[in-house]
């Protein structure tokens, strides 16, 4: 499988994993003309090759060109019930046949990936993270989650690639400039991820196949690319855990390499 994060963060996600035969977004945060300049350059094909876009969830910075797409490819859609109840009113006119809906605890196949979704814990109507896989390769993906808890851990087994949020830095964030509600928010249960939390995660995630691992959604604001590295790198360095995967920051605003496992 190839994978590529086009953009990761609170202003735009979008995220490309695909093989020979089949191409699929999570996500598409950013604009329609990003993405398919991303789908160039990045990957080598064209929007029409696009077989799928899944949502995570209705926030703008996750769904902003989905309605584009759709219009202009005739890309199908999938997300759940409660995504789809949240997105109406914002996606403009898209065709009910491309309207898909993720029922909980699925899986399905498009062309020859198989994906599995599982409940994320964030404050947005039914929330969902992913789990691809490939000729036994499996590619994860869990952003916009206040937690991950044991279902979590069990849905996201045996990877071998990981987009994993890592939002904020904890003192950055208690002692920057959001408003109280925000910072309470941010760090509830239904909010986003911490650096210690990623790192505390990735103790259970990770296993010896694991090739790749990309912090994502970091925040401008509470946060910074080389304070997430060294946070989670420490953790893992603390437990014994050897780093012999590639551990990298998916960019906020530009494509990140692609990468195949
Ligand atoms: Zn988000
Ligand atoms: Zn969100």
Redesign the pocket.
């Known amino acids: 499988m190839r994978i590529c994060s086009f953009a990761s ?2 202003s735009g ?1 979008c995220y490309y994993i695909g093989t020979e035969k089949t191409n699929i977004l999570i ?1 598409a ?1 950013i604009s329609g003309k990003r993405i398919i300049e991303g789908l160039k350059e990045k990957v080598g094909i064209s929007g029409k090759e696009l077989d799928g876009i899944f949502v ?2 209705e ?1 703008i ?2 769904i902003q060109s989905l309605g584009v797409l759709a219009r202009r490819f005739k890309t199908p859609l999938y997300a759940t019930r409660g995504t789809w109840e949240g997105m109406k009113n914002k996606l403009g006119r898209v065709d009910s046949d491309l309207c898909n809906t993720l029922h909980s605890k699925g899986s399905l196949e498009m062309g020859d990936i198989n994906i599995e979704w599982f409940p994320t814990s ?1 404050d947005a109507n039914e929330p969902v993270g992913f789990l691809l896989e490939n000729e036994n390769k499996y590619v994860g993906l869990a ?2 989650t206040g937690m991950i808890n044991k279902r979590m851990v069990n849905a996201l087994f045996n990877i071998d690639a990981l987009f994993l949020e890592a939002n904020h830095d904890e003192k950055m964030l208690l002692s920057g400039s959001y408003p109280t509600y925000l910072k309470k928010r941010i760090r509830s249960s239904k909010g ?1 991820l911490s650096n210690v939390a990623a790192g505390q995660a990735l103790l259970e995630l990770v296993n010896v196949k694991t090739k790749s691992v990309f912090l994502a ?1 970091l925040s401008q604001e509470n946060n910074l690319p080389s304070l997430a590295l060294k946070t989670v790198k420490d953790i893992l360095n603390e437990h014994k855990i050897d780093c012999t995967f590639d551990l990298q920051v998916a960019p906020r605003s530009q494509a990140s390499t692609c990468i195949k496992i």
């Open positions: 963060g609170s996600n996500d945060g995570t969830h926030h910075d996750h964030h952003t916009d986003h959604h």
